[in-house]
C-alpha cells in the first residue's frame, strides 16, 4: 500500500476571506455534493457554512467535513451518491 495522500482529492475554497484547499477521500466529496444539492446551495457555500458552524477551531476543517456527511448518512439527508460501487476497506 503506498503511503501519503494518493487517495485523497483537494479543492480550494475561499473561506472569511482566505484561500484554502481540503483534501478529502472521493467519496466524502461525493457525499458533501449530495448535502449541498439537496441544500441547494454550492459546494462552497456548504463547505463556507460547515466552517462558520465550527466552535473549535482546533478541530480540523477536514474533519468538520467528514462529520458533516457521516451525520448526514447517518440521518438519511443524502439522496444520491456519485460513487455507487466504493472500494471495500481492509484491515491492515
Do not use: N, Y
Not at 1 to 27: D, I, Q
Not at 29 to 38: H, I, T
Not at 44 to 49: K, S
Request: proline share 4%.
Amino acid at each position: 500500500m503506498s503511503g501519503g495522500e494518493g487517495h485523497l482529492r483537494k479543492r480550494s475554497f475561499r473561506l472569511a476571506g482566505h484561500r484554502t484547499s481540503v483534501a478529502l477521500e472521493p467519496a466524502f466529496w461525493s457525499a458533501l455534493e449530495a448535502m449541498a444539492a439537496g441544500r441547494g446551495t454550492s459546494l462552497a457555500g456548504l463547505v463556507a457554512a460547515i466552517d462558520a458552524g465550527r466552535t473549535d477551531l482546533a478541530i480540523p476543517l477536514s474533519s468538520a467535513l467528514r462529520v458533516e456527511a457521516l451525520r448526514a448518512a447517518c440521518q438519511g439527508g443524502m439522496t444520491a451518491m456519485v460513487d455507487s460501487d466504493p472500494a471495500p476497506l481492509r484491515s491492515a
